[in-house]
């Protein structure tokens, strides 16, 4: 049971929310001159808006720059050039991208030029999102996978349970597919305004209904929108043809429109797939596959139980065999759900420790609980499922026993079963059709008794699957909750390179430290290197030495040259002296940004030298 609640906590299509793994010029930097424009790379591809980067001077005046682009083709590194004379002090940059599953995300980080400002400027950069247009989004949301579910479950119940009558659960067709479409539309209408942090008024601006048409989101709601009006033609076609199957007129759903409705319900779960956390991070297609499944099987457990759960307050009596079907259709659900979940939440947290170490596994935390009250419900369910199944069986039994028996005419044909025992001539009138199997010691009518348990039965499976249908809610709010947060995996890719960030009014630099070992007595020690400010372009490298006793040691001669093997340039040689204490030049100059090779040559006497290399990055 524990494996189970793991791997079925894992619900929710959740996998990658980008976050900003670095920036250049780092956060808190002080640099000699002025940069000619800011880099940030994030953990995952992002989208750029209208208006993604604004940069504040000293005074808190903002400074305009150039349009901001993405690096050499990379989705997941932005760059804005910055204009020349910026002057000295502190400079804020605030910026706001969309992450590639859909979600926006911002936040704001300062360099210096020459030296910070004396008095740090005040400088409103405003709200991360908007509350108003932030919970609306979220209620649209809620109920885009509540429709979901009831369409498509209910759908997916009539086929597999056939259920004796159906009028019961149109409405409940109808019921879902409207809320689908008026929850897409305002999902397509709020996507703009959420984006931008804006007020819920903004959604009628053309310019901003233009720029979600074009994003990635916005195509996945109008391919929603598409595939609503190919499911309302169908469910006409279908309406119309079950029709004349009642009057005799007409054939059974072929299995062509049962192919174009599996290839719809496909298609309206891609459009969730293709939006949201599957469509980035690591395994995308098996991501989106895992995700389209983990919806249709969540749609078919609750949607189903919301179709069951009608049927079973309306007045004609449910046959216990459609209630039967469920209960495998449900199971089948939970098996699918268990596969996809245990991916999803290996794919979204990425470690143990992002369980309780992060917002993301704690709401997981929360979800398994809730699942397991999901299952217990449904454990009830099952149970009272195959109580009310045993009269019933019982009962055929029974009515087959009683057939078997039916007396024949001497000479004559044989009885159908079936056929009135009046034709009998054997018959005792003073039976008056009551035999002894017929009725119990006291006189009571065992058909009473069966009844009257049945009913008792069906009474509890609708309280146990009330039951499952508020925890089910639940779930689905939590959730939609969990696609909305920051996965493990990327928090903590986060966190690793918050460690890197240079404390605030500290000179950007890299520093190095290589242990070295030439082989003999006392030919040990360590190499600590600063290059500053480890930039493309010119740069400063002090090469201090430290001998076996951590002390300063001299040595004859150091040597330090930089490759770049990926572009196949270098070696090229610092040029390091001697600057009495430790080895210095101010004129190396570095042209490309990437991981670069420093290799370190220490030699510690005429004849005795070691060489060693370690790997550095260089900013843009």
Known sequence: MLVLLLLVGGAGT????????????????????APKQVTLTFTESVALLDDSFRLFDPDSRRVSTGEAEHVDGRSDVVRVSLPGGLGEGTFTVAWRVVSADSHPISGAFTFSVGEPSATPATIDIGPAENPATSALYDIVRYLAYAALALLVGTVVFVLLCRPSSTDPLRRLVLTGWWTLLVATLALLLLRGPYEAGTAPADAFDLATLERTATSRPGLALLARLALLAATAVLLT????????????????????????????????????????????????????????????????????????????????????????????????????????????????????????????????????????????????????????????????????????????????????????????????????????????????????????????????????????????????????????????????????AAKDAPVPGVISASTTTIPFDVGTPGGHGKVQITLEPGRVGENSVQAVVFGPDDGFATVPELRISFSLPSKEIGPLNAEVTDLGGYWGTNTLNLPIAGTWTMKVTIRTSDVDQVSVSRKVRIGG
């Open 14 to 33: 959740a996998s990658a929310h980008a976050a900003l793994r670095d920036t250049d010029p780092r956060d808190g930097s002080v640099l000699k001159s």
């Open 237 to 496: 076609v279908v309406a119309r043809r079950r029709r004349s199957v009642d009057a005799g007129t007409g054939d059974r759903v072929k299995p062509a429109l049962l192919a174009a409705g599996a290839a719809l319900a496909l298609g309206l779960t891609l459009t969730w797939a293709a939006a949201e956390h599957a469509s980035a991070g690591i395994q995308v297609p098996v991501a989106m596959t895992s995700s389209v499944l983990h919806l249709l099987a969540m749609s078919a457990w609750l949607g189903g139980l919301a179709a069951l759960l009608t049927l079973l307050q309306a007045e004609e009596p449910l046959p216990a065999a459609t209630v039967a079907r469920f209960s495998r259709l449900a199971f089948a659900s939970v098996a699918v759900l268990t596969v996809t979940g245990v991916y999803q939440a290996w794919r979204g947290l990425g470690s143990w420790d992002a369980i309780t170490g992060t917002s993301y596994g704690r709401i997981l935390i929360a979800k398994m609980c809730a699942v397991a009250l999901l299952l217990v419900a449904a454990g009830f369910s099952r149970r009272w499922t195959g109580r009310l199944l045993v009269p019933e069986a019982a009962e055929a039994v029974a009515e087959t026993k009683v057939a078997e028996r039916v007396a024949e005419t001497v000479g004559g044909p044989a009885t159908r079963a079936g056929e009135s025992g009046a034709d009998i001539p054997d018959a005792d009138p003073s039976d008056n059709g009551t035999s002894d199997a017929d009725t119990s010691d006291d006189g009571t009518s065992d058909d009473g008794i069966s009844d009257n348990v049945s009913a008792s039965h069906r009474r509890r499976l609708r309280r146990s699957m009330l039951a499952e249908v508020a925890v089910g809610i639940a779930v689905l709010v939590i959730t939609t909750v969990l696609t909305t947060t920051l996965p493990g995996r990327a928090a903590a890719e986060a966190a690793e």
